[in-house]
């Protein structure tokens, strides 16, 4: 497709609830990465890939959170026993290259709220 | 850890004045820094990106600074109008780890007609 592409756009979740987000890069780009931006904040770094390799998962902020990407295409960003403070705007992005000079695409975020 | 600070939070100013947007880092030791607008239910669009050895961009009516030795940055818009009206995000990639975005919390802006 054209740009990023994240579903669903809008999760309302139970706490407690296993939660799956999807994100669809621009085929053929390399880097993908996931950002967590809570109400009124910037994003913050959750996780990078290069191609299907998880490069840096420091950000990811408790082991409730996973990411993968097996195919080196589409990834999913999966968290288990959703808490209230999960409740943000995750976006995905992704980049043609594997370095600083990536211009990245930023998809339309997943809104998730957890009640 | 890179800290970025964006100020004001929010401006509010009428169509044709000129905006100022104000970001600093702690680190120096930088590779680059982008400025990106964000529009309600939607992705971050980027536009400007100043590399570590430049000292400014100019994009039409966009214009950013970059003094890395004193960690600023300054994003004028020259003679806005009600279509500016977004969040401004500045971010940085430290020379670290080049491959990470570090974002301030932006400012909002609103341009009255």
């Known amino acids: 497709g054209a740009g990023v592409s994240q579903s669903p756009r809008y999760k309302v979740a139970k706490r407690g609830q296993d939660v799956a987000l999807r994100c669809d890069p621009i085929s053929g780009h390399v880097s993908l990465f996931w950002y967590q931006q809570a109400l009124g904040q910037g994003p913050e770094f959750l996780t990078y890939f290069q191609n299907e390799a998880q490069l840096d998962k420091s950000g990811l902020p408790s082991d409730r959170f996973f990411a993968e990407r097996p195919e080196g295409s589409v990834s999913t960003l999966k968290i288990q026993r959703t808490q209230q403070e999960d409740s943000a705007v995750y976006l995905c992005?992704?980049?043609?290259?594997?370095?600083?000079?990536?211009?990245?695409?930023f998809g339309a975020g997943s809104r998730l709220t957890v009640l | 850890k890179q800290e970025v600070t964006q100020i004001p939070a929010a401006l509010s100013v009428p169509e044709g004045e000129n905006l100022v947007l104000n970001c600093s880092f702690t680190d120096s030791a930088i590779y680059n820094l982008q400025w990106f607008r964000q529009d309600p239910g939607k992705g971050l669009t980027s536009l400007l990106l100043?590399?570590?050895?430049?000292r400014e961009q100019t994009s039409g009516r966009l214009n950013a600074s970059l003094d890395k030795s004193s960690g600023r940055s300054t994003l004028y818009i020259a003679a806005s109008q009600p279509g500016d009206s977004a969040t401004y995000l500045c971010?940085?990639?430290?020379?670290?780890?080049?491959?990470?975005?570090?974002f301030g919390a932006g400012t909002t802006v609103t341009v009255r007609a």
């Open positions: 971010a940085v990639r430290d020379r670290s780890n080049d491959y990470k975005l570090s």
């Open positions: 100043i590399q570590s050895s430049q």
């Open positions: 992005a992704s980049g043609l290259l594997a370095s600083g000079a990536n211009v990245l695409t």
